[in-house]
């Protein structure tokens, strides 16, 4: 089983947490009086590029802007499918203005970029996940944008329902593994999108509580290595032991925002 996963090379956006900052609170898990030690941050996220980059993957950067604390939180700011681009539009006013130097970026590559109606916040809510998109609502992206998502990239969309403020996002209650299967916290989801995903993917990586408090389930897989944050020991042993080889990447300072490694990281498929 070991040497049955096969790793894909993929091309990330980062974007490097020059003004990373905890300066309101959108999510259960910001706290503006607790400091963020921007320093220990940027040694962390450096070392998940670093790692990356290890592993064989391309990495790009899009350059911070000032007064934008969570532009580090570079999945927020896109899907990309088939080398197109579905912007966002984010819930939270302070939030809005990272989709500028994000476009920016995309423009200057050669995509075009498109605008979403409603409420989207990209690779957050939304994942790529082989024959379907899967994407969350309830907290954040709207169900709207999941129809204006399936309009624009032609692929079917299933709406899951989160339900849980902890997990706001879809990237905190869930990853995809490999083109076959995922991993989640299904208490994380009504129940009748854990029915759906109990249906699509009988076989899934079930994950405890404590390892999605851990941001276990905000992890990258390579279809081999899954960086993950070591916190999550319990799903680790058990992807080790379905094949997957776990590689731990401390994100802790980003927790304090409600991010982690997903959320550092925006996955360009072309």
């Not at 950067?61 to 899907?79: I, W």
């Not at 209650?173 to 999108?193: H, K, R, T, W």
Request: proline letters at 7%; charged letters at 25%.
């Amino acid at each position: 089983m070991p040497d049955s996963r096969v790793a894909s090379l993929r091309r990330y956006l980062v974007c490097e947490p020059r003004h990373f900052a905890v300066r309101y609170a959108i999510n259960p898990w910001m706290r503006p009086d607790r400091p963020v030690d921007v320093l220990l941050a940027q040694r962390q996220w450096q070392t998940l590029v670093d790692t990356y980059r290890d592993h064989g993957h391309t990495v790009e950067n899009v350059k911070p802007e000032p007064g934008l604390p969570d532009m580090v939180f570079a999945a927020n700011a896109a899907v990309v499918v088939e080398g197109r681009v579905f912007g966002s539009l984010f819930h939270a006013p302070e939030r809005r203005p990272e989709s500028v130097p994000y476009e920016a970026w995309f423009k200057a590559e050669g995509y075009e970029v498109h605008h979403p109606e409603s409420v989207c916040e990209g690779e957050g809510d939304l994942v790529s996940a082989g024959r379907w998109i899967l994407a969350g609502t309830g907290f954040r992206t709207t169900r709207e944008a999941h129809r204006e998502v399936q309009e624009y990239f032609g692929v079917p969309v299933i709406g899951l329902t989160l339900v849980d403020p902890y997990f706001y996002h879809l990237d905190t209650a869930l990853f995809v593994l490999d083109e076959e299967n995922i991993a989640y916290y299904p208490e994380a989801f009504s129940p009748g999108s854990r029915e759906v995903l109990a249906r699509l993917y009988p076989d899934a990586v079930l994950a405890t509580r404590e390892d999605a408090m851990a941001f276990g389930l905000n992890s990258v897989s390579d279809g081999r290595h899954v960086f993950i944050s070591p916190g999550a020991t319990a799903l680790a042993a058990q992807l080790a032991d379905r094949g997957y080889v776990p590689v731990p990447v401390d994100l802790s300072e980003f927790q304090k925002a409600g991010g982690g490694i997903k959320c550092c990281t925006q996955e360009i498929r072309s």
